[in-house]
């Protein structure tokens, strides 16, 4: 087949107009196949722009819903727009030659919102937008060979290995499951058709279409050129340079430039996350009030439309002589970003002194990094911001454990006020005041900690199990004197550790304690009955009883084996932490209900002694010993 045959005839192409219009995701999805070249094939979206997306969609709809109101209601919500698709028609083909990321994670989204709505007696039918059948034969409507397997084990809910698939299906999978885990819980139950109808009706796009190759991609490197496409940093950057003197231009655009690069090479596009973060802990006063109408404040606009919020707030941000615009460049951005690299690399990274930012940052806790930066003060030296660092990031952490403990979401949307008023109480404090604030919101929380051991696993919360699993079995073993193995157990790929039921999924072998299936499964999922396994292992035991499982528990790490007998009999160091801490571990022959009671109890108190607000005192007192013996 000839090239010309293949992209069509251009000098026909050529006669039709390049076609751009706005499109409700009902209209550019419904009905219509979408292909995608084999270069151009590789998804690659992150957890965090999957997590972004859902908040900006989430705090529009909010904007606008009214529980309660009539289904015709959505005509009067706000309008969202998700950007733009450039498509080359080749014939009767489709096919997307800019926006695959985001028509990849759209569908992602209807499949999970399809699922979600399983059972709904008024649910939103979006089948039509995901898949189309002919003669018998179901695809979809994004279509990708690589992808099909996967896709159809999330269409339909069915269990799907990703391990020895490539990166891009690995990356499809992941993101599916980063949906799930950030889904706003105040949208899953009565608000979610409605939702799912604004989704459909009032989210648009605009679809360019052209008719060669050729002419689409013109099309594409016009829109992306740098110099006819500046971003809101590019835009920021030009507005503070134009009020400098001749002489600061160069090196505050130097180190502008030097500063934007290192963030961009830590996936921070433009710096865009780092002005968010900085300009909202430092300056925000204002965040839009949840109910409908409400008008964006300093929080949001900060989030939408930072260049032009520095602009409209020259007097709060001193900035009146070219000196100030200079200055804050030279101080303010070089200080704040550089503490901004440095919570990225921990983030991704466990890193000696901060690690509490790793564990935040593992639950997807992506407010965190403009709670770090509040407290910190351009006079600040560098122990003065560790130590911030530390008692905030600490902070989170009890905060984020009690939450998932008790069952309360950890959505952006549903922390955002409160981390808001947060930010803006601890801005510029020095550590101690810092960490009696901390210390007393956490005392005066009317949630306990752990009131109990009924924490159990479920669909949505099935990782942050995973992660406090991780933490306590690293606690455990880290105070027994064995080296920390955290990043062990939360890693992915082939040799990844799994959450590990010590019951089998059999309700018949325990009906003399549970008269009904659905009781044994509520029990089965109780925090006192799981464990960390590597994968190979837990799929080798299986549906083996308790019994037989035991024997295999004291080869594997430390809170494993403390079900075993001889766990107590040759672990000098486990026995010392058990004496020292109090914790009421024994072993445990057999497992009926009773034992998982008591296990779930050890659960709690452990718990308790690795998320305790003491440690933020903890971290002051440990200041001043040093200071002192300095």
């Known amino acids: 087949m000839s090239d010309s045959e293949l992209l069509g005839n251009p000098s026909e192409a050529t006669m039709r107009p390049i076609e751009g219009q706005a499109r409700s995701v009902r209209e550019l999805l419904q009905g219509v196949k979408y292909s995608i070249d084999y270069y151009q094939r590789e998804y690659r979206w992150e957890a965090k722009q999957v997590r972004e997306l859902i908040d900006d969609l989430s705090e529009v709809f909010l904007d606008g819903y009214v ?91 069915e269990p799907f290995d990703p391990t020895e698939k490539s990166e891009s299906v690995q990356n499809l999978y992941q993101r599916y499951q980063d949906i799930d885990d950030h889904f706003p819980k105040e949208l899953r139950d009565d608000a979610l058709p409605y939702f799912v109808d604004w989704l459909i009706e009032h989210v648009h796009l605009i679809e360019i279409t052209a008719y060669t190759d050729e002419e689409a991609y013109t099309i594409f490197e016009t829109m992306n050129d740098r110099g006819l496409s500046l971003s809101p940093t590019e835009m920021l950057k030009g507005y503070l340079l134009a009020s400098m003197t001749q002489e600061r231009r160069e090196p505050a655009n130097e180190l ?116 770090l930066l509040a407290p910190l003060s351009t006079s600040d030296d560098q122990n003065t911001v560790d130590t911030k660092l530390k008692l905030v990031s600490r902070y989170v952490d009890i905060l984020l454990a009690r939450r998932i403990w008790n069952f309360r ?28 604030n901390l210390y007393q919101r956490l005392i005066h929380d009317n949630e306990t900690l752990f009131a109990d051991g009924r924490l159990r696993m479920h669909q949505q919360n099935r990782y942050a199990i995973h992660r406090l699993l991780a933490r306590m079995t690293d606690y455990v073993e880290t105070q027994s004197g064995l080296p920390s193995r955290y990043q062990e157990y939360v890693a992915s790929g082939r040799n990844r550790y799994e959450v590990e039921h010590i019951w089998a999924n059999h309700p018949e072998r325990h009906f003399a304690e549970f008269g ?88 709690r108190q452990l718990a308790e002694h690795i998320w305790h607000p003491d440690q933020l005192l903890g971290v002051v007192k440990a200041v001043q010993d040093s200071a002192v013996h300095g």
């Open 67 to 157: 529980p309660g109101s009539p289904p015709e209601a959505v005509d009067e919500f706000p309008h969202y727009f998700l950007g733009s698709i450039i498509i080359s028609q080749r014939g009767n083909q489709s096919f997307v030659v800019d926006g695959q990321q985001r028509l990849t994670t759209l569908t992602l989204l209807l499949v999970w919102l399809r699922n979600a709505q399983r059972g709904l007696e008024d649910g939103v039918d979006v089948d039509a937008l995901i898949f189309s059948t002919r003669l018998r034969r179901k695809s979809f409507n994004l279509e990708v060979d690589e992808r099909a397997d996967c896709m159809e084990a999330l269409f339909e809910d």
């Open 516 to 603: 009904h299936a659905a009781d044994f499964v509520e029990a089965r999922n109780r925090i006192g009955g799981l464990l960390l396994l590597p994968k190979d292992i837990n799929s080798s035991l299986g549906d083996k009883s308790y019994e037989q499982k035991l024997a295999h528990y004291l080869k594997e790490n430390l809170l494993a084996r403390s079900l075993h007998p001889r766990a107590y009999q040759s672990s000098p160091g486990f026995l010392n932490f058990v004496k020292s801490s109090g914790l009421p571990f024994r072993a445990h022959e057999e497992f009926k209900q009773a034992d998982l009671n008591t296990r779930s109890e050890l659960y």
């Open 409 to 436: 979401s950890i959505a952006y949307s549903t922390m955002q006020y409160t981390m808001f008023v947060v930010t803006r109480e601890i801005r510029g404090l020095d550590p101690e005041p810092l960490a009696a």
């Open 256 to 371: 502008w430039r030097r500063r934007v690069q290192e963030m961009s090479e830590q996936q921070d596009e433009h710096g865009a996350d780092f002005f968010k973060a900085w300009l909202r802990s430092q300056h925000a006063q204002s965040s839009r009030q949840r109910r409908k109408g409400a008008k964006p404040e300093d929080f949001e606009r900060i989030g939408t439309e930072f260049h032009r919020w520095v602009r409209s707030h020259n007097d709060a941000l001193g900035l009146q002589q070219s000196d100030d615009f200079y200055n804050l460049v030279r101080s303010d951005f070089d200080f704040y970003s550089r503490q901004f690299l440095r919570i990225r690399e921990a983030e991704r990274q466990l890193t000696a002194g901060l690690e509490h930012i790793h564990f935040n940052a593992g639950h997807g806790f992506t407010l965190q990094e403009l709670l």
